[in-house]
């Protein structure tokens, strides 16, 4: 079955564009141009991804993506003619899995959301196919949720992404470029700012439910992160 897309942007445009690049892909488009309609869209209807640009009239999209990550974990891609770091950081600490500048190139975004796709609804997550436990942790890899002492905890696709890939590669170090090939699956454009963000908010949901969890990301100054299972 087709994988279906909400395409939010007020650029008639850019709909028409990115819509013809997508379908040649095989997904399905539905395009809106205001946040109220997008945040009705989401609410009662089931999306592959969402494409949401941050300067509509109305809601904003910082203000969509808010709303959304209250209810889902739908993975989205923020698109933006704001090229400052304070906007990328903002939309990241909300909940985005990707930022893509404007002017864009039609191919790349196809690239990145094939990729945020692939990684979000694959099947094959190397040996582990049921889950994996740690301390209080249980990993449920086929849904792809996450349990702390039995409660589910509510990650964003990529923050899913990056915690189980720390997990499945424990006690190594990685980079934040490393972390950016691996995790999201591309270099171009990549803010290593991006991978800051996400395990900030990791560490957030884990230690409401387990400080020791938490702490087992490690910063590891001048070198990268990496899951400390002496931690545990």
């Known amino acids: 079955m087709a994988r279906k897309i909400l395409l939010v942007d007020d650029d008639k ?3 028409k564009l990115v819509t013809l690049y997508l379908e040649k892909e095989g997904y399905i488009i539905e395009g809106v ?3 109220e309609d997008a945040l009705e869209k989401i609410v009662v209807d089931d999306y592959a991804c969402v494409l949401l640009d941050i300067d509509l009239p109305g809601i904003k999209g910082t203000k969509v993506l808010g709303e959304l990550r209250k209810i889902k974990n739908t993975p989205i891609i923020m698109v933006s003619g704001n090229s400052k770091e304070e906007a990328r950081i903002q939309s990241f600490e909300i909940g ?3 930022y893509v500048m404007k002017p864009f ?3 790349e975004l196809v690239l990145r959301v094939k990729s945020l796709l692939n990684r979000t609804y694959s099947k094959d997550s190397k040996n582990f196919n049921k889950g994996i436990s740690i301390d209080d942790m249980f990993i449920h890899v086929e849904s792809r949720k996450i349990t ?4 589910e905890i509510n990650f964003a696709p990529k923050e899913y992404d990056l915690l189980l890939f720390l997990i499945q590669n424990c006690d190594k170090v990685f980079s934040r470029d490393k972390l950016l090939d691996k995790v999201w699956d591309y270099e171009i454009y990549g803010d290593p700012r991006t991978v800051d963000t996400h395990i900030k908010r990791i560490r957030k949901k884990l230690e409401v439910e387990s400080e020791k969890l938490a702490k087992a990301i490690v910063t590891v100054w001048g070198a990268g ?5 002496s931690k545990i």
């Open 148 to 151: 702390v002492k039995n409660k």
């Open 96 to 98: 985005a899995d990707d």
């Open 105 to 107: 190139s039609p191919r």
């Open 13 to 15: 445009q850019i709909r």
């Open 225 to 229: 992160y990496m899951f400390d299972s």
């Open 33 to 35: 141009d205001n946040g």
